[in-house]
């Protein structure tokens, strides 16, 4: 009887993260309301209450689920792909549909909590050495160039990310092609015409 009650809490709790998240993207951080979410969910405050015990505190758990279903999600890209490149492209189109549900607002409401800047940062320097270990693997297989400072390329990529931000430049371009011209812009200039071949077999075109 007990695993069913936690069972039945879990689940309940999954469906408010996986909302409350979608709402967030949607239409921003400081615009959505527990009663928002609640009336949403069709459930009482007082069960949202229960499990959350404030807005920010079911942000900061939305987030770090969505991050973990991310993390399956690109175990099983990874589980599939023949070359570390189709791993990426899968993951690529994966994020790309993320990125088309984010709003500028969301991204503009992240910056006044301090809590998801330091998360954000601590991801960035796990990217780096992802990135760093992608790109050797690449080379090694013949899909991106040999003979590149691929330290200086990844270091010189996260400029450019951490200045798409700072300048805001999402308030003026969709985000979506935001991302995709950076990263299309970049692989391509690193490819080998084997790699080449990849990426336009296994990216989604942008829409």
Same mark, same amino acid.
């Given at each position: $009887?007990?695993?069913?009650?936690?069972?039945?809490?879990? =689940?309940?709790?999954?469906?408010?993260?996986?909302? !409350?998240?979608?709402?967030?993207? !949607?239409?921003? +951080?400081?615009?959505?309301?527990?009663?928002?979410?609640?009336?949403?969910?069709?459930?009482?405050?007082?069960?949202?209450?229960?499990?959350?015990?404030?807005?920010?505190?079911?942000?900061?758990?939305?987030?770090?689920?969505?991050? #973990?279903?991310?993390?399956?999600?690109?175990?099983?890209?990874?589980?599939?792909?023949?070359? @570390?490149?189709?791993?990426?492209?899968?993951?690529?189109?994966?994020?790309?549909? =993320?990125?088309?549900?984010?709003?500028?607002?969301? &991204?503009?409401?992240?910056?006044?909590?301090?809590? +998801?800047?330091?998360?954000?940062?601590?991801?960035?320097?796990?990217?780096?050495?992802? $990135? *760093?270990?992608?790109?050797?693997?690449?080379?090694?297989?013949?899909?991106?160039?040999?003979?590149?400072?691929?330290?200086? +390329?990844?270091? $010189?990529?996260?400029?450019?990310?951490?200045?798409?931000?700072?300048?805001? +430049?999402?308030? #003026?371009? @969709?985000?979506?092609? &935001?991302?995709?011209?950076?990263?299309?812009?970049?692989?391509?200039?690193?490819?080998? @015409?084997?790699?080449?071949?990849? *990426?336009?077999?296994?990216?989604n075109k942008k829409q």
């Amino acid at each position: $009887m007990a695993q069913n009650c936690n069972a039945h809490q879990e =689940e309940v709790r999954e469906r408010i993260l996986r909302r !409350a998240m979608d709402l967030f993207f !949607a239409n921003g +951080i400081k615009s959505v309301k527990m009663d928002d979410i609640a009336a949403d969910l069709q459930m009482s405050k007082r069960t949202l209450y229960e499990m959350f015990e404030d807005k920010e505190n079911l942000l900061l758990a939305s987030i770090r689920y969505n991050h #973990e279903q991310n993390k399956r999600r690109i175990a099983e890209i990874a589980s599939q792909g023949d070359n @570390p490149l189709e791993v990426f492209a899968g993951v690529f189109n994966m994020k790309m549909d =993320e990125v088309r549900r984010v709003s500028a607002q969301f &991204i503009t409401d992240c910056k006044r909590y301090d809590s +998801i800047a330091k998360g954000f940062e601590e991801e960035s320097k796990t990217r780096k050495e992802d $990135m *760093l270990r992608f790109v050797n693997s690449c080379v090694e297989q013949g899909l991106f160039r040999s003979g590149v400072d691929y330290v200086l +390329i990844t270091r $010189m990529f996260d400029l450019v990310s951490r200045a798409m931000m700072e300048h805001e +430049i999402y308030k #003026e371009f @969709p985000m979506q092609e &935001i991302v995709y011209t950076v990263y299309d812009t970049f692989f391509r200039g690193i490819c080998t @015409p084997k790699g080449l071949e990849i *990426l336009d077999k296994k990216i989604n075109k942008k829409q």
